[in-house]
């Protein structure tokens, strides 16, 4: 990076971090700490919402997630919108009444302290895992951008921006997220226009949306059901729905976000404007990643993505590469040459010849084939833990062809991005172990060590979260790696709350022994990989739900 791109990414950082810590001044007990009075706007509300669930994962995944596999991760989305509404009718009202700092402070309410206890433990164990997963994730830029080890850059990113969570709490989180959210959306714009920008003279939107039609990355509904099936409109719809019912009616990252707000108008508005604008925002980042591969079709993509780790191979085995690299060059220019001939049929109102798109898509195989075997033979020689590139792609792109400054400035954004969902998830973590666990045996804590404490769980958590980073090389994309591992218990967690909610006559003890009798069901779905991850969602809850309905007769027939 030049030194322009420097001053703009760590004057960024830095001023992100001094605001935080100015914002967050004035601390005394858990209530400030945990959840920032609960008196923020309902557009604190809302951006706090986005900004926790759009993490750097989302942006810097997201883009490669379309590049590799198209559009139709945007159905994963589809069931959110609903789950808003739901939530916002049955969730908020009771959370708001009862007054809780966690959600699972209900749940000790409507049944008893070890069902309360173990909700919130699958709720830590869960989050906890995928927060240390979202901390890698701008990790990869700092080891890209510097050569260091991924270790210490984990390190680094997960200290700095403990500096403001543990000294302002959820105060100086949500006033950090409103800015970081802001400059996010603003940055992904100027990037995704000049993606369109720098494609070569005389192609345009239009012809860049075409290509990546033609081949295949367009593909925003897929109405085909098949139970293995990551992402159609069937699992999008139903499992989607239930994923997001979990995730904001049950996770505290989310939870904590909206029970902050002032009062319950505005805590619904926050949430119901988030599943409004979702999809269209998930959508335009993904149609990035499309564009970027239409801009490769045009000009030659790298043979591996992660250019550190091929750089390294290249200097050792450069007879081998050199081969590669001649194969490649040649099938690209006819790939080029083919790009061109659709766009020139396209542009003149012809009618594209089917044996064009064939030799189109044939060339278009045989270049993904020869990427994937780069691929195998990178982490085969050791020069990489990941096992694929997807999550370097829209990095490798920021970096070697935006101009100066607006390459730090991205780089900037996608620290932000994790900071904004990170710091959250933390804050909510420390609420709920605190809350949960801490306070139950310690319950007559004054102020000024609750406080103390507070910030001692959120230490704790940071520290924790640090520790996973350092083993989440070897997951792939990174967005659907922090979604399988919430599937694996959002579902449970889902199905004991719905039995709260709706199932009158549910006892506490049927409701314990359902949630771990599902959870090693769901555990034992996922490693016998019979259906695919969204409905995992559908099946933790309903599971719940019918053995906690199925306890009630049994009881009730005890009885007679």
């Known amino acids: 990076m030049s030194a322009i791109d420097w001053i703009i990414l760590f004057a960024t950082l830095l001023g992100i971090i001094s605001y935080g810590v100015y914002k967050g001044r004035g601390q ?7 959840l920032a009075d609960k008196n923020m706007p309902w557009y604190i509300v809302l951006l706090g919402i986005m900004a926790t669930q759009a993490s750097a994962i989302t942006f810097l995944s997201a883009p490669g997630q379309a590049y590799t596999d198209g559009m139709r991760f945007v159905q994963y989305y589809f069931g959110l919108p609903i789950a808003m509404v739901v939530i916002c009718i049955t969730f908020i009202p009771i959370f708001k009444k009862l007054n809780v700092y966690t959600a699972y402070e209900y749940l000790e309410q409507r049944f008893d302290r070890k069902t309360r206890l173990l909700t919130a433990i699958l709720f830590l164990l869960s989050r906890g895992l995928s927060t240390g997963i979202s901390i890698y994730a701008p990790s990869i830029i700092l080891s890209s951008i510097m050569g260091w080890n991924i270790y210490v850059t984990n390190i680094i990113t997960g200290g700095l921006l403990m500096v403001y969570t543990f000294s302002g709490g959820a105060k ?5 997220q409103k800015l970081q959210f802001l400059i996010i959306l603003a940055s992904m714009g100027i990037a995704g226009y000049l993606v369109v920008k720098n494609l070569p003279a005389g192609i345009g939107f239009s012809d860049a949306l075409y290509v990546a039609g033609k081949s295949g990355k367009l593909n925003v509904i897929t109405t085909s059901f098949n139970w293995q099936d990551k992402y159609n409109i069937w699992s999008g719809v139903i499992g989607g729905f239930f994923l997001a019912l979990s995730y904001f009616g049950t996770d505290n990252s989310q939870v904590g976000r909206y029970i902050s707000g002032k009062d319950e108008k505005e805590s619904k508005l926050g949430l119901l404007i988030n599943g409004i604008v979702k999809i269209p925002m998930q959508f335009s980042i993904l149609l990035i990643g499309a564009l970027l591969f239409a801009y490769y079709c045009f000009y030659p ?3 591996y993505f992660n250019d550190g780790a091929y750089h390294a191979m290249k200097q050792e085995r450069m007879q081998e590469t050199k081969e590669i690299e001649q194969q490649y060059n040649a099938l690209h220019q006819q790939y080029r040459i083919q790009t061109a001939a659709l766009v020139q049929a396209k542009e003149g109102g012809q009618v594209v010849s089917p044996g064009l798109i064939d030799q189109f898509r044939e060339t278009q195989g045989q270049l993904s084939r020869l990427h994937d075997s780069v ?3 990178v982490t085969a020689y050791g020069y990489s833990s990941d096992t694929n590139d997807t999550n370097y792609i829209f990095l490798y792109f920021i970096k070697h062809t935006l101009p100066k400054g607006l390459v730090g400035l991205l780089f900037a954004v996608i620290f932000l991005a994790s900071w904004g969902s990170i710091s959250a998830a933390i804050n909510s973590l420390a609420a709920s172990s605190m809350m949960d666990i801490h306070l139950l045996k310690h319950p007559y804590l004054n102020e000024k060590q609750q406080l103390f404490y507070g ?3 959120t230490l704790g958590w940071g520290v924790f979260c640090i520790a996973v980073a350092m083993f989440a090389t070897k997951m792939g994309s990174l967005i659907e790696a922090v979604n399988i591992l919430g599937s694996l218990f959002y579902g449970t967690i889902l199905g004991i709350f719905l039995t709260a909610f709706y199932i009158k006559k549910a006892h506490a003890n049927g409701v314990f022994f359902a949630a ?13 990989n019979i259906v695919s991850f969204l409905w995992l969602n559908v099946i933790g809850a309903l599971m719940v739900v019918l053995i906690s309905t199925l306890t009630i007769k049994t009881k009730e027939t005890g009885y007679k």
Not at 28 to 34: E, K, P, Q
Not at 172 to 176: F, G, P, R
């Open 375 to 377: 691929r195998r033979k």
């Open 455 to 457: 910030r001692a769980h």
């Open 301 to 303: 993509a790298p043979l």
């Open 172 to 176: 100086a989180i949500a006033h950090t």
């Open 28 to 34: 005394h007990g858990a209530d400030t700490y945990l």
């Open 516 to 528: 771990i009798i599902t959870e090693i069901c769901v555990i034992v779905i996922y490693n016998l």
